[in-house]
């Protein structure tokens, strides 16, 4: 057996723990000031989990995880949560060590030709592919980017915050 659980042995867990679950209120039943108000977008390599970075409980943010834990693929998201809950910030947290420092958007398409001979080189560009060389610089960005969507409202826009995890220290630097 590997050290990984397979889909199999995952699902065996759950059964297991449904022994011990206790049933959560249906959205409708929530009490309004107990939803949550900040919403966090980061990557989801299990080195920078929200959870543990800021030791949450059950229910106090909502995460977003992603490859590099770039905004751009989740955006619309992030605007319906914010309909529904009325939020107070967007944190960004990319980190240090992330994958996306080892391989560009390029090598990922050059791999997708070779493993998928059938799909044109012209759809695999289409691709849009998550990819950035700068940590700091790809926070900015996407904080930018978060600022400047014009769907989103001036008072989740003005909440909107960045920064790079240190997988090594534990800490969080704010980038401005």
Known sequence: MSGQPSVTELLQRNERLSAWHRPQKYFAELNTPNKPKILIVSCLDPRSAPEEIFGLQHAEALSFRNVG???DSIINDL???DFMLNCENVIVIHHTDCALLHFTADNVRQKLQQQLPEVTKMEVDSLALPEFSELEESVREDVRTLKNYKFL?????????????DV???????IE
């Open 69 to 71: 834990g770039k905004v």
């Open 153 to 165: 409202r001036q008072g989740l826009k003005d909440g909107v915050l960045g920064f790079v995890y």
């Open 79 to 81: 605007v319906s949560l």
């Open 168 to 174: 090594k220290s534990g800490l969080l630097k704010k």
